[in-house]
């Protein structure tokens, strides 16, 4: 559904002309009819690496659902939108996983072509494995996207990027240098609303934006992290020094290593960068010139290293603005991203407001003529007559959070369909003609670096500097 008509009417009236940004996937699907390969091109073979809960969901994606998924959604509309897929055309050939009881159920998904590979540099190196999709903890990242490079294997990894700072660089030179295709794993780039947003911006609807807020508010222990350990591991069916050569054997590190900054990148690297990658699809921020962070470990006092309140804030002055990230995982109210122009201030998430200023002069005759009023926006754009409370009771609160950010459905000609499915198709059809992502390498490298400026800025208690020329970060 698009806007409302009363909507379209106030907007048309204040906008020299229609919406007019493409979205970059729609691009490539309409060039696609006209001679390049597609989705239905020679079948790509794929390996995938970790199939811990974000590796089931991209297997899924992929169209691969384990048989547990399939029994528990078949009722629910869970399953009806995982049957409205494209199918790919791919096959898995190779899994790749540390705990013997998930490695099971990638193979179970993945079918009779599938076979396990018992470390990642195997598995990359096969000859029946085209691409490779890491779904792994942040502190293997680096290293597996640099040998599936010079491999020549193409790669779809989940961010952060990198845990380190020290490994952005030479994850971006040898990615740049074997000219592989890569995408990260930020799939709000394929959602409708943020589109919209970027034709608003475009069109200078916000007048100057000089403020940028976002936030993470989560209220559950999934949400901070404090997944299920399963009854059947221990050290007999999980490769623990693979995991971690340095300590000894811990379940809460190996399930739950968000929690700990020897394997993940706190909640800069782990869901800022959601909001930041979004804003630097929609902006083209890039990286801020400084990077001020604060907060602490206030609630969950469970032995985690990395905050659980976390605040920090970025300086651009080449574009005159300041972007503010707050995040908490002790409380579960719903703030919309907020992007503040001194005409009017637009509020992004699943949906998109936009409410004008008191004193805006782009809209001060409005205004006055009761037109518009501060209270009611004048432009909406609802991605669909949905209701947010409706997701199915199986999936929890925590994907409640991030149905409500935007991050499981979007629109694609009235379909309702997963952003993830959406991105990795992208992924699949650039490798098949040659084209570069959405979220590749240049992106990556933008928000790999922000992260870990916040965590940096954080973890040294100081404020952090971006050395544009020298391409270094500076403390």
């Known amino acids: 559904m698009g806007v409302s008509r009363r909507s379209a009417i106030k907007l048309s009236s204040l906008l020299p002309f229609a919406f007019m940004v493409p979205n970059p996937l729609d691009n490539k699907l309409s060039s696609n009819e006209h001679g390049p390969r597609g989705l239905h091109a020679k079948s790509l073979r794929l390996g995938i690496i970790g199939f811990g809960i974000r590796g089931e969901q991209l297997l899924r994606a992929l169209g691969f659902p384990t048989k547990q998924w399939v029994e528990e959604n078949r009722e629910k509309e869970a ?21 013997d009881v998930r490695a099971s159920k990638a193979l179970e998904a993945s079918g009779v072509s ?3 590979f018992g470390n990642y540099k195997e598995l990359i190196s096969a000859q029946d494995v085209d691409a490779v999709i890491i779904a792994t903890p942040d502190h293997m990242h680096a290293p597996m996207i640099i040998e599936a490079a010079r491999n020549g294997k193409d790669v779809y990894v989940e961010k952060c990027l990198t845990h380190r700072l020290e490994e952005v660089e030479e994850v971006y030179q040898v990615v740049k240098t074997n000219e592989i295709t890569f995408q990260l794993g930020h799939q709000l780039r394929q959602k409708d609303t943020y589109h919209k947003a970027k034709d608003i911006l475009y069109l200078d609807v916000l007048g100057k934006v000089s403020l940028i807020q976002s936030s993470t508010n989560r209220n559950t222990p999934d949400g901070a992290w404090i997944y299920d350990i ?10 623990w020094a693979q995991f971690d050569s340095k300590n000894e054997f811990d379940l809460d590190r190996f399930f ?12 800069a690297g782990d869901l800022f960068t959601h909001e930041y990658d979004s804003l630097n ?18 609630y969950y006092q469970d032995g985690r290293e990395v905050p659980d309140v976390f605040q920090a804030s970025f300086e651009y002055p080449k574009f005159g603005l300041t972007l503010l990230y707050s995040a908490t995982l002790s409380n579960d109210a719903t703030r919309e991203t907020m992007v503040m122009g001194s005409d009017a201030t637009m509020y992004l998430g699943n949906n998109i407001k936009i409410f004008p200023c008191r004193n805006s002069k782009k809209y001060a005759n409005k205004l006055a003529s009761g037109i518009m009023n501060t209270e009611s926006a004048f432009y909406e754009y609802p991605t669909k007559n949905e209701n947010l409370d409706s997701v199915d009771a199986v999936s929890g609160a925590t994907s409640r959070y991030f149905q ?7 629109y694609r000609n009235g379909r309702k369909l997963d952003p993830t499915h959406l991105h990795i198709m992208e992924w699949l059809l650039c490798i098949r003609n040659g084209w570069d992502t959405s979220c590749n390498i240049e992106a990556a490298y933008q928000e790999a ?7 940096i800025s954080y973890r040294k208690g100081k404020k952090v500097v971006w050395d544009e020329t020298k391409k270094r970060v500076k403390w």
Not at 79 to 99: M, R
Not at 230 to 239: Q, R, V
Not at 256 to 267: E, Q, V
Not at 281 to 298: F, K, R
């Open 79 to 99: 399953y009806h939108d995982y049957l409205n897929q494209e199918n790919l055309n791919v096959t898995i050939t190779g899994v790749c996983d540390l705990f």
């Open 114 to 116: 599938a076979r396990r």
């Open 230 to 239: 399963p009854l059947e591991a221990n050290e007999s069916n999980i490769d």
């Open 256 to 267: 739950r290593w968000r929690k700990y900054w020897d394997y993940g990148t706190g909640l």
């Open 281 to 298: 699809a929609i902006m083209e921020l890039g990286i801020p010139h400084s990077a001020m962070a604060s907060g602490g470990i206030y």
């Open 404 to 410: 409500k950010k935007g991050m499981m459905s979007t």
């Open 449 to 455: 670096i922000v992260a870990h400026m916040a965590t």
